[in-house]
């Protein structure tokens, strides 16, 4: 098992263009989310899908959008890229555990916008 | 206002030696508390995670408490070895939905 996969793994965007981030999860997960991550602060909720067919925005959704494509894939897309969004992209998937529900992480892409 | 708040912000520490990582947190109700390592440029990977009755829960070299009533969890690593260096997450899941709450991490540097 791959776990949970990410493409690209690094980008350099200007700002005005637009890119899609990929994850794909080989665990038959339901549920799955993209995080940003950035210096001094915890990992922020951009988006989730509970499920195939359902999304959800999180804490910070601004200038994002995503598609649940099938049960596997969970994509996220910046239509006009903008310096704010320089970050750190962690895509997660999970599934029910006693007592609560455990999430996997997969590596990471590493986003510039100049 | 974060609702996990982990301590210290840093450590370093010399190979074999012990050492504890805080989590004070003001989710409530909560359902779970994870700890998370997350080595550099690498996704976080869990190490523990308890719930509400849960008072301790350990993993190898690693151990977590949970205190309910004082919202406190803490990391104890034992032994420590230079592949422990790397950031410690304390993240909180709520009673519910799906939002967890991150701390900011605990950035772990074990030396020779």
């Known amino acids: 098992n791959a776990g949970v996969t990410q493409t690209p793994k690094f980008q350099v965007l200007k700002t005005g263009q637009s890119m899609t981030l990929q994850c794909a999860q080989d665990m038959n997960h339901n549920s799955m989310y993209w995080y940003r991550q950035d210096p001094g602060m915890g990992l922020r909720l951009i988006y989730y899908s509970a499920s195939e067919g359902t999304t959800d925005k999180g804490e910070v959704p601004n200038g994002y959008n995503v598609s649940r494509l099938n049960k596997r894939e969970f994509s996220l897309r910046l239509e006009s890229a903008a310096p704010s969004q320089t970050s750190v992209y962690f895509c997660a998937s999970s599934e029910a555990i006693s007592g609560g529900w455990a999430q996997y992480f997969g590596p990471g892409t590493r986003l510039l916008v100049l | 206002k974060n609702q996990v708040e982990q301590s210290p912000q840093s450590l370093i520490i010399l190979e074999g030696k012990n050492c504890t990582l805080q989590?004070?947190?003001?989710?409530?109700?909560?359902?779970?508390l994870r700890w998370y390592k997350q080595d550099t440029g690498r996704g976080p990977v869990s190490l523990t995670i308890?719930?509400?009755?849960?008072n301790t829960k350990s993993n190898g070299r690693y151990t977590a408490t949970l205190d309910a009533d004082t919202k406190q969890s803490s990391l104890h690593i034992t032994a420590s070895q230079l592949s422990d260096s790397a950031s410690y997450i304390c993240v909180v899941a709520p009673g519910s939905g799906y939002a967890l709450n991150f701390g900011k991490g605990t950035s772990l540097l074990v030396t020779p």
């Open positions: 308890m719930t509400f009755s849960e």
């Open positions: 989590c004070n947190y003001t989710v409530s109700p909560f359902s779970n």
